[in-house]
């Protein structure tokens, strides 16, 4: 059902290294620098920290994108931490720009819903390390959960379909049983 809108990613990866790489990557890029991004609006707080090309964060996406064959669709930004205030809430949306992003949680849990097109929902899961399709309405409410912090990047040069395609002829879909 949920086949357009996600893809489960077969990575493992270190939950406690990404979390301290994320404190090191606030502390050089933290909230008070001009790098960093906090919006503080009628959704809650989110705070944006970019990661950089020689931190783990970025190390892992390398491999992943390497390993799925997305590295000719990497652009010039870097992966991202979000991290999520208890009262934040992302509405239902589709991206504007991003037809696919690949997440991984690191602190929490992070559920995802997804609509059709007349914003009626479809389902929902949960996910560790997920390809999502951007341009599918979606809605993160990190309000009831106790997410916190995830490391995410976007691809604006790709579809969901042609990334997903690229992750299953490299054996890195896990389809949940």
């Known amino acids: 059902m949920l086949f357009d809108h996600i893809a489960f990613l077969d990575f493992n990866f270190d939950k406690e290294l990404l979390w301290h790489d994320y404190n090191n990557c ?3 890029n ?3 620098s001009a790098l ?6 009628k ?4 705070e944006h920290i970019p ?6 964060g970025a190390r892992l996406f390398k491999h992943i994108e390497s390993k799925i064959g997305l590295s000719k669709f990497v652009n010039n930004r870097t992966p991202i931490y979000f ?12 991206d504007s720009m991003s037809g696919v992003w690949i997440a991984m949680v690191i602190t929490g849990q992070q559920p995802i819903y997804f609509y059709n097109d007349d914003k009626q929902l479809i389902g929902h899961t949960q996910y560790e390390c997920a390809m999502v399709n951007g341009f599918k309405y979606h809605e993160v409410p990190i309000k009831d959960t106790k997410i916190e912090r995830l490391l995410l990047r976007q691809y604006y040069d790709c579809s ?3 990334a997903r395609s690229l992750a299953e002829k490299a054996g890195r879909i896990k389809w949940p049983s």
């Not at 960093?36 to 609006?41: G, I, N, S």
């Not at 990661?51 to 783990?56: I, K, P, Q, V």
């Not at 991290?83 to 589709?94: A, N």
Request: overall charge negative; proline content about 3%.
């Open 26 to 28: 606030r502390k050089v």
């Open 160 to 162: 969901f379909q042609e």
């Open 30 to 32: 933290g909230a008070n």
């Open 43 to 46: 959704y809650g707080k989110i």
């Open 83 to 94: 991290s999520f205030s208890g009262d934040s809430f992302l509405p239902v949306h589709k």
């Open 51 to 56: 990661t950089n090309s020689e931190n783990e």
């Open 36 to 41: 960093a991004h906090r919006e503080d609006f």
